[in-house]
């Protein structure tokens, strides 16, 4: 399998796209999602099941709503992985939530278990846009761990991320020196990009994993009515995020809005409050200067009266 710089393909890192490639019911398919995940746990792992809310994607109809590759290993461990190409800004809660999910809905019910027939899982998110987190690392593997003394719980659940946002720090690492993780990263990022096919081939042929993902690629890639179903769903989902964030933003001006007419309102309510203040100083200044007036009157008065006294 070699792509040249003409062949148009899809784009991977698509959440239905990812699907497509990694929950078809073919030896490929399930062996490039074994391959992927084995580079990300850094342990060679078969998978056995994929236990996902829905059935596996064959075409675009197989899925309506979005969720997750969750998926069962020959050792038992569970995994659930997805491709996220709009990372929403609480995506680490949100992994940190889905984590926890997976790891407690094992069930040790039963006179003949115990805790520690809790097996590992792992949450894989693959985030194609954005930098969540400070340093320049591509790979994050979080677990339970008190930073204080620098002691891990040694637990069972992990949450494991790929930002491939930062993949160009390892862009010029010669293919045969990359880690296989590192591959499927470089891989993810620059598929489409046709300046970077030979580097992407160099490691298809390093890769059978890589090399079984790309067949499948291939293949929906030329299904014009597959691919055309795809980038239609595609088309859905970017206008109901579009309007999703449209609504959003509108909400949020009109909070603004709100905000500044209350704003307004009571800076005209304090103006109001210090006119009559004024108005009644200004009053109560008016009344005393009337008494002052109306003494000064009536003293001018009575000096008039002793002034005629006297000159009679």
């Known amino acids: 399998m070699r792509f040249t710089e003409e062949d148009d393909l899809i784009d991977i890192r698509k959440d239905n796209v990812f699907k497509a490639v990694f929950t078809k ?12 995940i084995s580079s990300l746990i850094n342990r060679k792992v078969s998978i056995l099941t994929i236990v996902a809310n829905e059935p596996p994607i064959e075409n675009v109809r197989d899925r309506q709503i979005r969720f997750d590759i969750a998926c069962k290993v020959n050792s038992g461990e569970l995994v659930n992985i997805e491709m996220s190409l709009y990372p929403s800004p609480y995506e680490p809660v949100k992994l940190e939530f889905y984590a926890s999910k997976l790891f407690i809905g094992q069930d040790i019910r039963g006179a003949d278990k115990t805790f520690d027939d809790l097996k590992e899982s792992y949450q894989i998110a693959i985030l194609a846009d954005d930098k969540f987190f400070a340093d320049e690392s591509v790979f994050h593997t979080f677990e339970y761990y008190d930073p204080e003394h620098h002691i891990s719980l040694n637990g069972r659940s992990r949450i494991i991320t790929v930002e491939l946002s930062k993949v160009k720090r390892i862009s010029d690492i010669p293919t045969e020196k990359m880690s ?8 993810f990022e ?9 580097k992407i081939n160099q490691i298809i042929e390093c890769q059978e994993g890589i090399a079984m ?34 609504i959003k933003r509108m909400t949020e001006k009109t909070e603004r809005l709100a905000e500044e007419v209350a704003r307004k309102t009571e800076e005209a309510d304090r103006k109001t409050e210090e006119a009559k203040r004024l108005a009644e100083e200004t009053k109560q200044q008016a009344d005393e200067l009337q008494k002052v007036i109306a003494d000064k009157d009536a003293e001018i008065a009575q000096l008039r009266m002793e002034l005629e006294k006297r000159n009679r």
């Open 25 to 36: 019911k073919t030896p490929e398919s399930q062996g490039a999602l074994s391959a992927l």
């Open 180 to 187: 296989k993780a590192e591959q499927w990263a470089y891989y």
């Open 190 to 198: 620059n598929l489409t990009d046709p300046k970077k096919r030979e």
């Open 213 to 246: 993902a790309s067949a499948v690629l291939d293949t929906i890639s030329k299904d014009w009515e597959e691919r055309c179903r795809l980038e239609s769903e595609l088309k859905y989902e970017l206008e109901t995020q579009s309007k999703l964030v449209y």
